[in-house]
């Protein structure tokens, strides 16, 4: 009978994840059927793979340095000339092209027109490795977490999916950056949550801990950007952001907020479980803590974790401005100069409003932890002290009659 009653509410309990996860197959479907208003004319090009099988023409002068183009054969392994060993260039930009060797497996842009073939090699085809460096980042994360790996990484790539699959699509029909990513937000850390905590109060605080974080932050970047006078038009990518905008509406001025949010969730989010499974363990180690006791118990621990998450975003954002910072050194700018360009102002908007984030997310989540991780113990308290006098009215009861059965 218990059996089944267990079964019966485990049941129960995944008709929620099974009815939200169909829900979100069928919009993600729906506002993927979107067709796209061309910027470049692609037709008759297509990118295939193939392996240099000799370098007819190097381009490597004395100095080791590459000028011109080098010319190589490639031996297709995709498209309409597979199997077939073509002519083709690599030029030496560091953009576009590769240094090739024999053996290298590149990508070659194609196209074809009757029996005229014109190629030229894209880049070197790093499709395998990224797949490959993915995978042994997920297993890592199995191994040494176990379960909780493999949740973590069933929530990182739900996180992903969403990005790409969610996020973009509705970004490009023009929707607002900020309240998508938000939502964004909210819902992958509600998943990514429940598939490390499960249905549990912890869970809760965290979302709720990490949602006011990533909220803030937004606050923090839009007033910081106001009072700047920087926004999502002053990126370096700007010039082909604005064919997006003068072609399909969308909001390229809020997008550099969408991608803030995005870095700091992590952070954030970290932050939020950390403190939240911190003050549990206080809890279940002592149960008598009070609201306040265990407020301050998570406020000890939480200012531990702030320096160093915060310092996490912080350099981040600086590490991709230190070819910035290298090249005005090496120009000699002035500081005035330096710290008044729109590149070093958007770095230390988005480092600075991640870490507002990080910090006011502490104490807003052990606020709710205190609140909300408290109520079941006080209820068992409860508990125990009605079965307490419970017992204490059944002794009661029962001496009298003991003493006069002694009688």
Same mark, same amino acid.
């Given at each position: ?40 004319? !692609?037709? $008759? ?154 249905? !549990? ?46 072609? $399909?509406?969308?909001?390229? $001025? ?102 507002? $984030? ?50």
């Amino acid at each position: 009978m218990k059996s089944k009653r267990f079964m019966a509410g485990k049941w129960r309990r995944g008709i929620v994840p099974a009815l939200f996860l169909v829900i979100l197959i069928l919009f993600t479907v729906k506002i993927n059927q979107t067709e796209k208003i061309p910027l470049v004319e !692609t037709a $008759g090009y297509t990118f295939e793979k193939g392996v240099v099988t000799q370098i007819l023409e190097d381009n490597i002068d004395e100095n080791g340095t590459r000028v011109g183009e080098q010319k190589i054969m490639v031996r297709m392994t995709t498209g309409e000339k597979k199997g077939q060993e073509l002519e083709t260039t690599s030029s030496a930009g560091y953009l576009f092209g590769a240094a090739c060797t024999v053996g290298m497996h590149v990508v070659v842009m194609q196209s074809v027109s009757g029996d005229t073939v014109i190629t030229t090699v894209y880049a070197q085809d790093r499709e395998m490795a990224v797949y490959i460096f993915a995978a042994l980042y997920l297993l890592a994360l199995i191994v040494i977490g176990g379960k909780k790996g493999l949740r973590g990484a069933l929530g990182l790539v739900f996180t992903f999916v969403c990005v790409i699959l969610i996020e973009i699509p509705l970004l490009y029909r023009g929707y607002s950056p900020y309240l998508v990513t938000i939502v964004i937000c909210v819902v992958t850390t509600l998943v990514t949550m429940y598939f490390i905590g499960g249905a !549990t109060r912890k869970t809760v605080c965290a979302t709720l801990g990490t949602t006011a974080g990533v909220v803030i932050a937004s606050i923090a970047a839009k007033l910081f950007g106001m009072a700047t006078g920087l926004s999502g038009w002053n990126v370096s990518t700007i010039e082909s952001l604005l064919d997006l905008w003068y072609t $399909g509406g969308i909001q390229v $001025g809020e997008l550099l907020f969408s991608g803030l949010l995005i870095s700091a969730l992590g952070a954030v989010m970290d932050v939020a479980m950390s403190v939240t499974s911190s003050m549990q363990e206080v809890l279940v180690q002592n149960p008598k803590l009070t609201r306040r006791e265990l407020f301050r118990s998570g406020m000890r621990v939480g200012r531990d974790m702030m320096g160093t998450d915060s310092n996490t975003l912080i350099l981040a954002f600086a590490g991709t401005s230190i070819s910035t910072l290298l090249l005005d050194c090496a120009y000699d700018l002035p500081y005035r100069q330096i710290i008044n360009s729109n590149i070093i102002g958007l770095d230390i908007m988005q480092g600075l409003s991640g870490s507002f $984030g990080v910090v006011l997310a502490v104490p807003v989540t052990v606020l709710v932890g205190s609140l909300l991780l408290r109520a079941p113990q006080e209820a068992k308290a409860e508990e125990a002290v009605h079965k307490e006098e419970k017992t204490a009215a059944v002794e009661e009861t029962a001496t009298p009659v003991l003493e006069q059965k002694i009688v």
